[in-house]
C-alpha cells in the first residue's frame, strides 16, 4: 500500500455515537466542523445541511488549464424511525426513515434526539399461519399518553442504539453507513497538499434519495467528483464472489442509477494496483449512493464511487475491517493528487 497508515478510530467513534437520522444532521455535521476548522480554507452549510469544507489547491491559480474542482461526498445521515402516533398507554408507533427493516427490529433499542432511550416491541397479533403481523412500536417505559407526550411528540425521529467497539481488527457500531465514509472523507481532506482545489462535501438526506448531493454538486460544478459510501459485505460461501469484508475497498462499476464511465473506472483501479492497495470490484442490481444524482448534474459530472464493505449494514450493529478502512483512505488519497483527464 502506498502509505503505512494507521487511522487513529477515535474520531469514528464520535461520529458513529452521534444522532443524525436524514433530515436531522446538524449535530454530526457541528461534529465535523469543529474537528476540521483548523485544517480547511473555507466551511458552509448550505440551504438543506450539507456541510461543504475546502481546501484550496497549491496550483497557480493564474493558469485556469490543469487547475481543477475535484468534489468527495460522504452522506452524514443514518437511517432512522419516525414517530406517527402516540396511544393512550404512551406507546409510540413509527414510520421507518430509509432502508430499516420493521421485522428486525423488536427487542431493538433506539434513541432520540434528547438521548431519550426505547425498546421496540411488537403487537401480539398473528396471521393464519401463526406468524407475527402486529405493528411495532417504542415503549419508552412511561405511563400513558400524557407522560409520553411530556419527552416526545409526532415528528420526532430515533435513531438505533448502538455501542461503538474496536476490536484488533474490527470496527463495530451503528451508522457506520456512512460516518466511516465521512471519517475517510476528513483524514484525506487533513492530509491534502495537491495542485487542485479540493470540496469534500457531507450530504444529507441520502437515505431517503440522495438528496442533499445533487444541490451541492449543482452549486460546486466540479470537474470530478468521487463518492465514499458503505457497501453490503457477502461472506456466506455462496457468495464469495462478491463484495466482502478484508478484500479491499470497493471500487464502483454499476448500481441502480449510475453505470460508471469505463475511463474513471480504469483510472481508480490502475491508480490502485500501482500503489498496492487492495481493491475489489462492486456490481449492485438495487439501490444506490450519492453518485447517482451527482453524474447528472449540470451537463453532467464525471463521477467515480468507492465502497467500505460492512456486514449487517442499517442495523445497530454493523460491523467493517479496519484493513478495508484503510485501504479506501489511501486509494482515495491517491485519486485526489492525481485526477484524470476528463
Known amino acids: 500500500m502506498a502509505e503505512n497508515m494507521t487511522l487513529d478510530y477515535k474520531f469514528l467513534k464520535e461520529l458513529t455515537e452521534s444522532f443524525g437520522p436524514s433530515g436531522n444532521e446538524k449535530q454530526v455535521a457541528a461534529l465535523i466542523r469543529a474537528y476540521a476548522e483548523n485544517f480547511v480554507d473555507s466551511s458552509e452549510t448550505d440551504t438543506l445541511g450539507n456541510l461543504i469544507l475546502s481546501k484550496n489547491g497549491a496550483g497557480n491559480k493564474d493558469q485556469a488549464a490543469g487547475k481543477k474542482k475535484i468534489m468527495i461526498a460522504a452522506h ?24 430499516i427493516k420493521e421485522a428486525e427490529l423488536p427487542g431493538r433499542r433506539v434513541m432520540f434526539g434528547s438521548g431519550l432511550k426505547g425498546v421496540v416491541a411488537r403487537e401480539r397479533k398473528k396471521n393464519e399461519q401463526g406468524k407475527p403481523m402486529g405493528k411495532c412500536f417504542i415503549d419508552i417505559g412511561v ?22 467497539v474496536e476490536t484488533e481488527s474490527h470496527i463495530i457500531a451503528k451508522a457506520l453507513d456512512n460516518r466511516v465514509g465521512c471519517f475517510i472523507a476528513l483524514q484525506v481532506l487533513k492530509n491534502y497538499q495537491g495542485e487542485h482545489d479540493l470540496y469534500v462535501v457531507f450530504t444529507v438526506q441520502e437515505e431517503v434519495g440522495a438528496r442533499g448531493a445533487k444541490t451541492a454538486a449543482f452549486e ?12 453490503i459485505s457477502y461472506d456466506t460461501p455462496k457468495e464469495e464472489y462478491r463484495t466482502a469484508a478484508n478484500k479491499g475497498v470497493a471500487i464502483k462499476a454499476m448500481d441502480r442509477t449510475i453505470i460508471v464511465s469505463p475511463k474513471i473506472k480504469q483510472w481508480m483501479t490502475d491508480t490502485a494496483q500501482r500503489h498496492g492497495i487492495p481493491y475489489q470490484c462492486e456490481v449492485i442490481s438495487a439501490g444506490g449512493t450519492d453518485s447517482g444524482p451527482v453524474h447528472l448534474t449540470k451537463g453532467g459530472i464525471a463521477t467515480g464511487g468507492l465502497a467500505v464493505p460492512v456486514r449487517y449494514l442499517h442495523t445497530a450493529s454493523e460491523v467493517a475491517a479496519k484493513a478495508d478502512i484503510e485501504a479506501a483512505y489511501a486509494l482515495l488519497s491517491e485519486l485526489v493528487k492525481n485526477p484524470p483527464e476528463i
Open 76 to 99: 452524514m445521515d443514518e437511517v432512522g424511525l419516525i414517530v406517527t402516533y402516540i396511544d393512550r398507554h404512551g406507546y409510540l408507533y413509527f414510520s421507518p426513515v430509509g432502508g
Open 143 to 164: 405511563n400513558g399518553e400524557e407522560k409520553a407526550r411530556e419527552k416526545v411528540k409526532e415528528g420526532d425521529m430515533a435513531v438505533l442504539s448502538g455501542e461503538f
Open 220 to 231: 460546486i460544478e466540479p470537474d470530478l467528483a468521487l463518492i465514499i459510501d458503505t457497501t
